[in-house]
């Protein structure tokens, strides 16, 4: 038998090696994996914003949640020794950072080439200031021995609230405060609500102004009475639809708004029913309806007078449905297409009828246009003016010194002095940046082309001079 043999040192230096190769390997691999933090003073760190800005917040009422991006612009993982609320606790802003609440985050790490979102609200508090007033705080982002500052400014306002309210007897309005309806508001029956120059009005979604009894607007050329949303932050406050509109019901009466601005509804005026007296149902004097969703001026089966008016950028600017008695003078009635309405509607439609339970229902219908400009941008419509007559009643429109766009002549349509497809040429209309001014340009079509009335100045209170121009602004 052979004797056992010791394994020669050959054999095991071989395998000592790869031994330590093994272990020096593993070692570096988890030296190599392990995570490291800049700690240096040039490590670099970005704001996506170097401040923030809110709208005008009425107290009690908190805004929208905006937001910032923290950004690392390192290959390697850094550290954020502090993102500090410097008002802290007190600050009416409020502060998120990546999904958690509070006032002071230390050692909150980014991930290379990654970033960390931080949101911002705030909450106004009462006090007893009538003006809006500002709120500032600021951000302060800490790393490696650097700081950074974010600004933080916001516009407070006390309000008058009212919610689901019904007023009765005689209610008087001023502009001390605005008022913020919220859940509606109803003038009653035998109630009348009188709104004084420069009130602002602001209606929440849910709240639409529904009038049984009398309402009467009382602006002036330099302080119009507003109706708007009560959201003014970006992006809600440009938001066609924001808040319902003004419903004038059955027995509603006596209605006269001068220099009333109606922004952003869903609908804007709706007449509802005949005048129960002598007088049309609605006066509108000097208004500007814009920016409405769905109807700006709807009259059912109504009484409607309306001078000196620019209905401008609506679903539909006006429709007179089921009849009634309307008379337009030196109105500007235009639809733009925009990112927020898109023109695919005519601009004006009166019918003698609407159908109630698949029956046909109509109603005698008179519409005059006086020195009225009707217009709409080309592309989805070819008519501007529709007119349908069903039934046994009469449809009679009457256009007289009128600009209009239209393929065809609308039906049961009488004109006098017209003006067809020919561009009124308003001075400036830029959809990107919503900015529309539909005063006229020098040679406008539009320019003298008007028949004398009783309106001797225009919107803006200018005079008419001779003859008048068409629309609502009278170019000096």
């Known amino acids: 038998m052979l004797p056992e043999l010791e394994p020669p040192a050959l054999f095991l ?6 031994l330590f190769i093994l272990l020096l390997l593993g070692t570096l691999c988890v030296f190599s994996c392990r995570k490291d933090t800049l700690t240096s003073k040039e490590a670099r760190i970005s704001l996506s914003a170097d401040s923030l800005q809110f709208d005008t917040v009425f107290t009690s009422a908190g805004s929208t949640t905006r937001f910032f991006l923290i950004k690392n612009e390192n290959r390697q993982a850094i550290r954020l020794t502090q993102v500090q609320l410097i008002g802290g606790s007190a600050s009416p802003f409020r502060m998120n950072v990546d999904g958690t609440p509070g006032t002071q985050f230390n050692d909150v790490e980014i991930e290379g080439n990654d970033s960390l979102y931080v949101f911002v609200k705030v909450n106004v508090t009462p006090n007893a200031q009538q003006q809006p007033f500002v709120l500032r705080d600021s951000i302060a982002v800490e790393w490696n021995n650097n700081r950074s500052y974010l600004q933080l400014e916001a516009w407070g306002q006390n309000a008058v609230y009212l919610r689901n309210v019904r007023l009765q007897g005689n209610q008087v309005w001023n502009n001390q405060l605005p008022y913020v309806i919220l859940g509606g508001l109803v003038v009653d029956t035998n109630a009348t609500l009188t709104i004084q120059p420069g009130t602002r009005i602001h209606l929440n979604a849910d709240a639409p ?4 009894g009398t309402l009467r607007v009382q602006g002036t050329k330099t302080d119009s009475v507003v109706f708007q949303s009560n959201r003014l932050d970006e992006p809600y406050r440009g938001f066609p639809g924001s808040w319902p509109g003004i419903y004038f019901r059955g027995s509603s009466r006596n209605n006269e708004l001068t220099h009333a601005r109606i922004l952003n509804a869903y609908q804007g005026i709706v007449a509802e029913q005949p005048s129960g007296n002598a007088q049309p149902k609605v006066i509108l004097n000097n208004c500007i309806l814009d920016n409405i969703f769905d109807v700006g001026l709807l009259g059912f089966n109504s009484s409607i007078t309306a001078n000196n008016c620019l209905i401008s950028n609506c679903g539909n600017n006006i ?19 925009n990112s927020y309405v898109t023109h695919k509607n005519p601009v004006v439609v009166a019918t003698n009828f609407t159908r109630i339970n698949n029956q046909l229902v109509s109603a005698p219908l008179l519409a005059n246009f006086t020195n009225c400009i009707i217009w709409g941008s080309e592309g989805f419509v070819e008519n501007e003016i529709l007119v349908r007559r069903e039934g046994t009643d009469p449809a009679d ?5 009128v600009l209009f766009r239209a393929r065809t002549d609308p039906q049961h349509t009488s004109f006098v002095s017209v003006i067809r497809n020919i561009n009124p040429a308003f001075d400036s209309v830029d959809v990107v940046r919503r900015f529309y001014d539909f005063r006229l340009q020098a040679g406008s079509p ?8 009783s309106l001797l100045t225009d919107l803006n209170g200018l005079p008419r001079v001779g003859a008048p121009d068409l629309g609502c602004f009278e170019r000096q």
């Open 446 to 453: 539009a320019l003298n082309a008007g028949t004398p009335t």
């Open 13 to 18: 230096q071989p395998v000592k090696q790869s």
């Open 397 to 401: 429109v009457q256009l007289r010194h």
């Open 209 to 212: 102004l529904l009038v049984d």
């Open 319 to 337: 429709a007179l449905v089921l009849g009634g008695n309307y008379q337009f003078n030196h109105c500007t009635v235009v639809s733009i297409s």
